[in-house]
């Protein structure tokens, strides 16, 4: 890639329609959307369901996954460790959420070995961008959840309320480490990498 000197890349906008996804991203960033709730905006992705395509200059029309095959180290520096799949280790995105996500706990990497998933376990790290009022990040079981409790709120349908509860504020960083449960509460405007 350095022998190309293609300069600063830019990717083609992936959208990812979400029925708790909102109008943000072109009330804030001024991006062309859809009419339907887009809940995601995936920048930089070398995921099998989304592949960044290079959106201009001499690369223009390149996968990110192509780019690597050409020159890894180029993309990546001078230590390249790219998913046990060959794949682009991050997913870079933004998420608008307008409405509630549903409860979620993502994989660490010895789980996702071990049912077979194509990609690695998924630690998060979220940056807040926009906030409505009141606006809520959910993460992390509150410390007096024992196993018992937890497997009674899942019958029950109300895990939400045993979960650690923290106004979400434009600026805030958020690390969520695979397997903990979290969500995203509406109001929200995030980067999530």
């Known amino acids: ?35 339907e709730p887009i809940g995601e905006d995936w920048l930089i992705s070398d995921h099998l369901s989304a592949e960044s395509v290079v959106s201009d200059g001499t690369l ?16 990546l520096g001078q230590l390249p460790e790219l ?3 060959g794949r682009f280790p991050l997913l870079l995105k933004l998420i608008d959420a307008a409405e509630i996500l549903s409860v979620q706990v993502h994989p660490d990497d010895d ?11 998924k630690t998060e790290m979220w940056h807040v961008l926009h906030t409505d009022k009141a606006a809520e990040l959910i993460c992390g079981l509150q410390p007096d959840v024992t196993a018992q ?19 979400a504020a434009e600026g805030l960083s958020f690390l969520v480490p695979a397997g903990s449960v979290h969500t995203i509460g509406p109001g929200v405007m995030l980067a999530e990498i």
């Open 60 to 75: 223009a029309g390149l996968t990110l996954g192509s780019l690597i095959e050409r020159d890894a180290r180029g993309v």
């Open 111 to 121: 789980c996702a070995r071990r049912f077979g998933e194509p990609d690695t376990g």
């Open 1 to 35: 890639m350095n022998s190309m000197n293609p300069g600063l890349l830019r990717f083609h906008d992936t959208f990812k329609k979400r029925i708790w996804g909102g109008q943000k991203l072109r009330t804030l960033f001024n991006k062309a959307l859809p009419a």
């Open 83 to 85: 998913t046990p799949r």
């Open 149 to 167: 409790k937890l497997r009674q709120s899942v019958e029950d349908g109300t895990v939400e309320h045993l979960i650690s509860h923290y106004a």
